[in-house]
């Protein structure tokens, strides 16, 4: 039986005798931050599959529907065409992910995209992003209406309280009431992990969130003052790991806030080949939510093809 289908009457005492082994978690994160990038020819094949990762993001208070589409024309048309001609891939299609916006700019993407002739599809954060402390009826409407408005994916934030306080029946609760507003969308829980407090509620908050019917655990919303660390990607995905042996549902892992360089990028596709294998690494299973990283991917890729690295103006759209 999927996490979907499951009922709300369910026994979480279990949870409450989870202990994470802290000092087993940081060596191997050491082991991941101490290891030798890919080079040459393997870096660019690499590079080339993080973009096909990236939810490409802006959540800014001055978004407007000019930058929106900006960023849609970008999801759709990543790396510069003479970069991948050059590379021979021009004609596979590379787009990244998903475009992700705030919930009143979701028509201006759909738009955005349809016009492009693009099925990329719109993620839209919602349930009071980035601190969720408003009403639950609140969050739940702000899921149906960016659902209404063409979003295929939806980013919540769980109520951070409720974690902290130990309160698990509560958050499975909320986050399978999420589950149910979102209908045929994805549904994308962040957990927020800066704020939880240690990595044993990161662990829990991870199964609880899986249980209630996400099809995704995401790190951070970026606005956290702690974001995506591999401490925290770890023991996340252990959980995914552990929920999939338990029940043998996939889901998904999305990393975000401070992934900025394509070095941190290519560090992170080796964390989930190594945690999970190789059928995790495919959009449905495995996102990454950054702004700022295309940019350093399309740099590096510039300089694998030229051999110099670009100016400002040779990669306008950056």
Request: charged letters at 25%; glycine letters at 6%.
């Amino acid at each position: 039986m999927s996490a979907h289908q499951r009922g709300t009457e369910l026994d979480l005492s279990w949870i409450s005798k989870i202990q994470v082994n802290q000092p087993a978690v940081l060596r191997r994160a050491e082991q991941i931050r101490a290891r030798r990038p890919v080079k040459k020819e393997w870096q660019a094949a690499w590079l080339l599959k993080a973009v096909t990762f990236i939810d490409l993001t802006t959540l800014s208070g001055d978004d407007t529907p000019s930058n929106v589409q900006r960023l849609c024309y970008k999801a759709k048309y990543p790396i510069r065409e003479d970069l991948l001609k050059a590379l021979n891939v021009h004609d596979k299609g590379i787009t990244t992910a998903a475009a992700c916006v705030y919930p009143a700019r979701v028509c201006d993407a759909v738009k955005a995209l349809k016009a492009a002739g693009c099925d990329i599809p719109v993620a839209s954060v919602a349930t009071g992003f980035p601190a969720g402390q408003t009403h639950l009826k609140t969050r739940l409407e702000e899921i149906r209406l960016a659902v209404e408005d063409g979003a295929s994916e939806i980013d919540v934030v769980i109520n951070r309280t409720l974690v902290l306080t130990g309160q698990w029946e509560a958050l499975y609760d909320e986050i399978r009431q999420f589950r149910k507003a979102c209908g045929e969308a994805h549904l994308k829980t962040i957990l927020a992990t800066g704020e939880l407090g240690s990595l044993t509620n990161v662990y829990k908050a991870s199964m609880v969130a899986m249980m209630a019917g996400s099809d995704f655990i995401k790190t951070s919303t970026g606005k956290e003052s702690v974001n995506a660390t591999f401490p925290v990607a770890i023991v996340m995905l252990r959980a995914i790991r552990d929920f999939f042996w338990k029940t043998g549902n996939k889901v998904g892992f999305k990393p975000a806030g401070g992934i900025r360089s394509a070095k941190d990028s290519l560090a992170w596709l080796s964390l989930i080949k190594e945690e999970l294998g190789d059928e995790w690494l495919k959009p449905e299973l495995f996102r990454i939510g950054a702004s700022t990283l295309l940019a350093d991917i399309e740099r590096q890729i510039y300089h694998h093809v030229t051999g110099r690295y670009a100016a400002y103006h040779d990669l306008p759209m950056s």
